[in-house]
């Protein structure tokens, strides 16, 4: 079970620090992602990062606002979240998956999720 943490509610243009860990699990052996769901949406793909950390992908509506980073000492990979919006607002997921990373944007792809963070973007 991975441990999603650091939502909250932040202005229109703020940042916020997601982290995700996982007790008992090494995460170094994972590529992790990141989904969110919005109220009334399906759940959609945000970020992924590499086992090794080399190779990140960012879904269109968050590149170069948000940036994905893991510590392979801590066993935490981190999602840090600028200049936010309101349509950003949705409950974060993280999840890891063993599968190739061609498919890092498929959701069934990830075995291992956590139960979320609620982000909310007020405007």
């Known amino acids: 079970q991975l441990q999603a943490s650091g939502g909250g509610l932040v202005q229109t243009g703020g940042s916020l620090r997601l982290s995700c860990t996982s007790p008992?699990?090494?995460?170094?052996?994972?590529?992790v992602g990141w989904f969110r769901q919005a109220p009334g949406k399906e759940r959609e793909f945000v970020v992924a990062?590499?086992?090794?950390?080399?190779?990140?992908a960012y879904a269109d509506s968050v590149n170069g606002r948000f940036i994905i980073s893991r510590t392979n000492v801590k066993n935490t990979v981190y999602l840090q979240m600028n200049s936010l919006k309101p349509e950003d607002t949705a409950v974060y997921y993280c999840a890891a998956s063993n599968g190739v990373w061609s498919a890092r944007d498929q959701e069934t792809m990830y075995a291992h999720w956590g139960r979320g963070t609620l982000v909310t973007v007020s405007s």
């Open positions: 008992g699990r090494t995460l170094t052996s994972y590529t």
């Open positions: 990062i590499s086992r090794n950390g080399a190779g990140t």
